[in-house]
T-cell receptor, first 113, second 116 residues
Framework: DTEVTQTPKHLVMGMTNKKSLKCEQH?????MYWYKQKAKKPPELMFV???????INESVPSRFSPECPNSSLLNLHLHALQPEDSALYLC????????????FGPGTRLLVL | AQTVTQSQPEMSVQEAETVTLSCTYD???????LFWYKQPPSRQMILVIR??????QNATENRFSVNFQKAAKSFSLKISDSQLGDTAMYFC?????????????FGGGTRVLVKP
């Protein structure tokens, strides 16, 4: 089973709202990722958690705040977003080891008004 | 820094025919992974095929196969017997061979349209 789940599927929020995206995997994977994808563009890495510790932050603005409460769960807290933050947010996870492969969730479509 | 280039923004193919997508990459690493992911209109990113750089044999997965040319830094994807469900955006991606928690570097994507 290579399932990564994400909730919600769609989210509309105002620039003053606070919301959270959730990602879950039950494959025992040790690394989890957040990507941002604009229309007709490839995904861009935002954050990587390895063994529940933040290992990569691709210079993401502080209005995006990741959290990894346990090895199966990854959150992305959103606050004071801008309309240009509207995008598809993808979560992925990977086992670690050889071969290393990232498995993606279905994404959350975010619209910031 | 690694870069991945997909030179074909769009391709169309008749159902049951074969189409080949090109991908080139640039890296100074000798040990790495290459991937093709498919993203249909449903937007879920699905792994199509994976190649480990240390393996000389080209990977195959049913109707999907790759032509991996390490010296030329080329990694093309061949879709045989194309089906309507193959219509999607295809991304080539590169990853260094390290422990868990690696960065995937994606190419710009190739949109494939399979026509009936």
């Amino acid at each position: 089973d290579t399932e990564v789940t994400q909730t919600p599927k769609h989210l509309v929020m105002g620039m003053t709202n606070k919301k959270s995206l959730k990602c879950e995997q039950h494959m025992g994977h040790r690394a989890m990722y957040w990507y941002k994808q604009k229309a007709k563009k490839p995904p861009e890495l935002m954050f990587v958690y390895s063994y529940e510790k933040l290992s990569i932050n691709e210079s993401v603005p502080s209005r995006f705040s990741p959290e990894c409460p346990n090895s199966s769960l990854l959150n992305l807290h959103l606050h004071a977003l801008q309309p240009e933050d509207s995008a598809l947010y993808l979560c992925a996870s990977s086992q670690g080891g050889d071969p290393e492969t990232q498995y993606f969730g279905p994404g959350t479509r975010l619209l910031v008004l | 820094a690694q870069t991945v280039t997909q030179s074909q923004p769009e391709m169309s193919v008749q159902e049951a025919e074969t189409v080949t997508l090109s991908c080139t990459y640039d890296t100074s690493e000798s040990n790495y992974y290459l991937f093709w992911y498919k993203q249909p209109p449903s937007r879920q990113m699905i792994l199509v095929i994976r190649q480990e750089a240390y393996k000389q044999q080209n990977a195959t997965e049913n109707r999907f196969s790759v032509n991996f040319q390490k010296a030329a830094k080329s990694f093309s994807l061949k879709i045989s017997d194309s089906q309507l469900g193959d219509t999607a955006m295809y991304f080539c991606a590169f990853m260094e061979n390290k422990a868990a928690g690696n960065k995937l570097t994606f190419g710009g994507g190739t949109r494939v349209l399979v026509k009936p």
